[in-house]
C-alpha cells in the first residue's frame, strides 16, 4: 500500500465523522493542555518560591557570640562593632543583640498598681538591641518610633516592645507616654515593633538600649544579625569575623544561608514533580478516550474493513490505517493542547504580576507526546480490525 494512499484514507477516516473526531480530539487536548500547564504553572511559581527565598533567607547571616572567657579583656564583640560591617561593600544592615538566661523570663506590668486578686504581670524576656535593629530584623515600626543614638547616650529608659508584648501587657496607644516597670522600675514605652522577618521571638520581648541592658545583666553581645545584598552572603560571611572582633574572629560562629542554587533546583523538582503527576493522569484519561472511541469506530466499520480485506489489503494494511487516524487525533490533540497551555501559562503570570518560565523543550515535546498517546491507544482498536476475517466481516 502507497504511503499516499495510507495517508489520504486515513485522513478521509479522521474527517469522516468531524463532531466525533474534535470530541475525541478534546481529550488529547485537556490532557497536554494540563501537563503544560501544570509544569509551566509549577516551573513559574518555583522561580517565584526561589526569589522570596533568596530574599529572606540567602542573605541573613546570623553571628553567634560566645561568652568570653573570665581571663579576656575586654568584651569579644562591642557594641559599636556591627557599625563597622555596613562599610563592606554587601552589607545592607546590621545590629548587635544581647540576651542572656536570666533576662528570658522576667516579669513585666504594665502598672505599677498590686492586685492580689489578678495576675497583672507577664513573663517577657528582655533583650539589648543597637539602633537600626529593625532594618536588620527585617521589621517595621508598627506605632511610634525606635530608639536613637541620643536615647542611648542620654541613657534614657525608654523601651521598645514586640507586637506580642503590647498585645499582653495592654499596650495599644502611645500618644500619652505609658509605661512599663521591670523590677519595680519604670521604662516609657516609645513604640511597638510590628512584623519581623528574621528573630521572631522579638515579637515577644522588651526591646531595651545597650547601656539600659546592663540593668538585666545583659553586657556584652550575644548575637550579631547582618543582612547582605543578593550573592554577596558567602562573601561576607567570610569578612565578618574579623571585621567584628580583629584579634579573635576565629571564636566567633558564623551561620551561613544554604546555597540558593540547591534550593532552587531542589523546589523545582518538588514542584515539578507534583505537577507532573496529576498531568500524567489527565494523559492518561485521554488516551483511554480515544482508546474507546478509536474501538468504537472500528466497530462501526466492519463492512468496510470486511470490503478491504476482500479487495487484497492485508492485516499490515488495516492496522496501519487504523493507526495512522489515532495518531492523527492524538498530534492534532498535542498541537492544540501545547498552544491552550502556553496561553494559559503565560495569562497566570500576567495576572499574577509573575515572570513566566517555561521550558521551550516541553512546548516541542508536548505535540510528539500527543502523536504517542494517540498511536498507544490504537494500538488494541488496530489489531483488532487487522484479525478480522473478510467472509465474516462482510456477513
Sequence with gaps: MDPRDLWSEALAGVLARPVRTALTTLGTVLGIATLVITLGVAATAGNQIVGRFDELTATSITVEVPEAPQEAVGPLVAWDAPAALTRLRGVASA???????????????????VDPTRVTGQSLAVVAATVNLPAAARGRMAQGRFYDEGHVRRRDRVVVLGADAARMLGVSRL???PAVFIG????????????VGREQSLSTAVIVPPGLGRDFGLKEVTRVLVNTTLGA????????????????????????????????DGVENDVNGLFLILGLVSLVVGAVG??????VTVMERVQEIGLRRSLGAARRHIAGQFLLESTLIGLAGGVIGASVGIVAVVAVSAARQW?????????LAAPIAGALVGLLAGLYPALRASRM??????R
Design 95 to 113: 545590629a548587635a543583640l544581647a540576651q542572656s538566661e536570666r533576662s528570658s523570663n522576667l516579669t513585666v506590668t504594665a502598672n505599677a498598681l
Design 175 to 177: 500618644e500619652h507616654a
Design 184 to 195: 519595680g522600675r519604670a521604662y516609657t514605652v516609645i513604640g511597638i515593633l510590628g512584623a
Design 233 to 264: 552572603a558567602e562573601l561576607i560571611a567570610g569578612q565578618v569575623p574579623r571585621a567584628l572582633s580583629p584579634s579573635r574572629g576565629g571564636e566567633l560562629h558564623v551561620i551561613t544561608p544554604p546555597s540558593p542554587t540547591r534550593a532552587r
Design 290 to 295: 480515544i482508546a474507546n472511541v478509536t474501538l
Design 355 to 363: 515572570t513566566p518560565v517555561l521550558d521551550l523543550r516541553l512546548a
Design 389 to 394: 476475517e473478510p467472509v465474516e466481516a462482510l
